[in-house]
T-cell receptor, first 113, second 114 residues
């Protein structure tokens, strides 16, 4: 049973606009969330994370929002650039259970000029 | 070399072959992981090693056998695989092995089993 879901397999956005990638989770024990970015023929690269004690974390053009009551998080990229075109994975973990990152299937973002 | 490296990058093997995947991390981390990514599926955790001891095995078939000789190296030995084992195998490492440690991934080995 998949505990982290990314329901949009793909997203296309114009350069300069905002990209919003969504992620839902089912396990209320998850308390740490990460976004990874993956280019073809490369491994996933860590992008940004958020702890459940926060509802927002910002790093440059990337902001992650966490809505614990809805078990939902989103990644905002503003402004979007063509180099942001990649597959974005949402991942979640529960500190008490350690080790395992539970990944979503990923959303393929295409930023068009 | 920096980060996490994996060799080979591509591997084609028959069902009766024995092969090994290698992962090396140059980050001074204490935990290493093997993940499997099949087409249209999320990354699946296979094995976790913390301080060279296996701490988690997510019910992986015995035809996959991990080995961690030291904190910098991780191997995945493959024996009598099935075509459905064809996937991208990713290695990752992290400083510790708690749930809040950021994991750093290698580029992966693309495996095709014929």
């Amino acid at each position: 049973d998949q505990q982290v879901k990314q329901n949009s397999p793909s997203l296309s956005v114009q350069e300069g606009r905002i990209s919003i990638l969504n992620c839902d989770y089912t396990n209320s024990m998850f308390d740490y969330f990460l976004w990874y970015k993956k280019y073809p023929a490369e491994g996933p690269t860590f992008l940004i994370s958020i702890s459940s004690i926060k509802d927002k974390n910002e790093d440059g053009r990337f902001t992650v929002f966490l809505n614990k009551s809805a078990k939902h998080l989103s990644l905002h990229i503003v402004p979007s650039q063509p180099g942001d075109s990649a597959v974005y994975f949402c991942a979640a973990s529960a500190q008490d259970s350690g080790y395992a990152l539970n990944f979503g299937k990923g959303t393929s973002l295409l930023v068009t000029p | 070399e920096t980060g996490v490296t994996q060799t080979p990058r591509h591997l084609v093997m028959g069902m009766t072959n024995k092969k090994s995947l290698k992962c090396e991390q140059h980050l001074g981390h204490n935990a290493m992981y093997w993940y499997k990514q099949s087409a249209k599926k999320p990354l699946e955790l296979m094995f976790v090693y913390s301080l060279e001891e296996r701490v988690e095995n997510n019910s992986v078939p015995s035809r996959f056998s991990p080995e961690c000789p030291n904190s910098s190296h991780l191997f995945l030995h493959l024996h009598t695989l099935q075509p459905e084992d064809s996937a991208l195998y990713l290695c990752a490492s992290s400083q510790g092995s708690s749930g809040t440690e950021t994991q750093y991934f290698g580029p992966g080995t693309r495996l095709l089993v014929l």
